[in-house]
């Protein structure tokens, strides 16, 4: 671990310029930008629901469809879940299975009624039924 206080590339003017900066930008609020990207956009993105190659395919090849109703269904159960400090769950609604990583807000698989029977689900640490 390295001592920044008896470091000289940290020294107290470096550190109090470096603490100056960040509070100055932190203090734009309504205009702060992250990467060209402002605050409410940041938020929008880790709210968004993101669906894997592998959930997209079997979405596809299991011919299942998902409604905008879903969606907002799927999106509330992640945040109950991450809540709960879940980190990889299955959410089970209308018939239907949503393997999700909560922490990246993204359905890794899915499965129906169909397909559900006898399958074992592995890696994860909760399930919320809706």
């Known amino acids: 671990m390295v001592n920044i206080i008896n ?3 940290f020294n107290g003017i470096k550190i109090e310029k470096l ?14 930008k992250v990467e060209g990207k ?13 669906f894997s190659g ?29 809540e709960k400090g879940g980190q ?10 949503f393997v999700v990583s909560v922490k990246n807000n993204t359905v890794v698989t899915v499965m129906d009624g169909n397909n559900l029977k006898e399958n074992v ?3 994860i640490d909760s399930m919320l039924i809706i």
């Open 7 to 9: 470091n000289p590339y």
């Open 121 to 123: 689900f592995t890696n």
């Open 19 to 32: 603490k100056n900066e960040s509070n100055n930008n932190f203090n734009n609020s309504s205009n702060s």
């Open 54 to 82: 592998h959930a997209v395919k079997r979405l596809k090849d299991r011919n299942i469809e998902i409604s905008d109703s879903e969606i907002l269904k799927l999106k509330n159960g992640i945040e109950k879940i991450k």
């Open 88 to 97: 990889e769950s299955v959410i089970l609604f209308e018939e239907k299975a």
């Open 38 to 50: 402002s605050f409410q956009e940041i938020m929008d993105e880790k709210t968004e629901l993101k």
